[in-house]
């Protein structure tokens, strides 16, 4: 079947691995036909997980592999090292083409590095972006780039602003996305020297529904759809989202637990804001593609658990389905 | 008297002026007696404002100007052009040693234009550096720089970390004072070019707390009490601070009014978590610092209110009482 996707899954990586990432295979292929999953890992380890869960078994493979690479590890180093780790593995399958795209919650700079290197990118682009999406109060936004390659120049941000509108309307379906520039104000003379010498070359392109600037304070309110920036100022984004929600929530949990009247009023809200809560919770949504490779990297967070898991592989399905690579390389204008 | 301290209070800036500026002068002269307030601007709308409250007459004293400053106005432009708006003959007086500081909550771009341009910079120091107080899980941390002066450079950063450290110790009361700088990663050997250049240099100062490299994710735990970074990141922190905790309270607000259960529940949680988000509220606090002039200059928000004001004269007194701008000079061993 031509639409038949082989994801990988690296069973090993993450806060909650094995467990969640193999339930999370399980149940991408209980809920969708075309999905086969690859576990990369221990294979003692990942039959015991697996032998929880009653599912197609033609379509989960595990392939074994020795090595683990840890949270803390220095990337580079890692790659280099632990060819017989299941990250290295499942890149490699990627790259060779046995699989079309992998999945890992393991080592985000591992990766990052190990994508570049072993996945390699499309010819003509000059970097790979790494393309979270974070919640606004309107849905959700495309950050790009909050990968690992900091100080990007100009040319590099207008293909991230190009590969991000392409995935955005291609696979989370928003139509002529609106991309942005981070800025420190509304008015195209405002910047440092990159985002002046971008913002030009992002009003000249035609491809992309280039709407100018947008300040920080705009974003969670979902002021544009694609936000565009240098992967620094990208990481800053995105843990300070991480960080503040977190800080949020437990000051809100706090005030709820005071005392006594508190929490007869906590438990008449409880619902509603956990429904409300849950919208500003990452973990609801699917991992970080790593965009510009010519095989499909995503990153999940370190705590994601099955759900997550098996969002991101679905996203890797539409990911092939939808072309995305190739509409890169036509509109690009790359070959 | 040796203690008595003069401030400017920019009567026509900001979102709320003059009522809440003139509010914020007159709460501030009947809080403390070695206070005098000078409102710069429009001298019958400030005499409207200052009729309505009784206060010791001797120590508010108006400087009528013809002139205001809108906060959409180019900021070089406005500053030039407009001699006799409330914000230039307020710095003036700064200048000239006819006050000790001036408090404004109007155009971000002019005052801190105007405060470099009209105040000037202490010799030596290389760039002011805004450093406002962003609340955190633990108290507040003191964020600098997230002024207008984008693409500082190493020795720059070095420079803010000393004049924060000594903000923070001797205005806020932080003894020893963690200093960290914001990055991509907790190793030495990650960031950008900039904070790899500058991460051995504080390393070196024995005279701050220097702690390493701080994420964005550990800022709103608290994790240092300076945060030390270049002016677009900084206002990107600072912004987007604002932007997600403005969103959090319209979600949560709009989850405690669903239904009539939710309505109940509101309530009963009301005062406990009207008191914790109220922590969270940035304009509890006082105004940014413009550290590195030779006079003080204090950045209020746009939308402060007579707290804000009232809290930020006090801080020009506290600046000038513990002699704030001797120790910049003799600690960076300015002449």
Partial sequence: MSDRIR??????????APGELVRGAVQAV????NISVILTGKKTAIEQELAKY????DRIEIVHCEEVIDTAEPPVNAIRSKKDSSLVVGLQMVRKGEADAIVSAGNSGAILVGGQAIVGRIRGIERPALAPIIPTAEGVSLLIDSGANVDARAAHLVQFAKMG????EHVLGVKRPKVGIVNIGAEEEKGNALVKETFPLLKECTDINFIGSVEAREIPSGACDVIVCEAFTGNVILKLY???GAVFMEKIKGSLMKN????????LIKSSLKETLKTFDSSEYEGAP??????LVVKTHGSSKAREVENSIYQCELFKKQK???IIKENLKLN
């Fill in 290 to 295: 790593l965009l510009g490779l010519k095989g």
């Fill in 260 to 267: 006594l009247q508190t929490k007869i009023g906590a438990a």
């Fill in 7 to 16: 994801v990988v899954v690296d069973a090993m990586g993450g806060d909650n």
């Fill in 54 to 57: 009653s599912y197609p078994k």
């Fill in 242 to 244: 991480e960080g503040l």
């Fill in 165 to 168: 509108s392409i995935y955005m």
């Fill in 30 to 33: 209980q809920g969708r036909e």
């Fill in 324 to 326: 995305i690579n190739e």
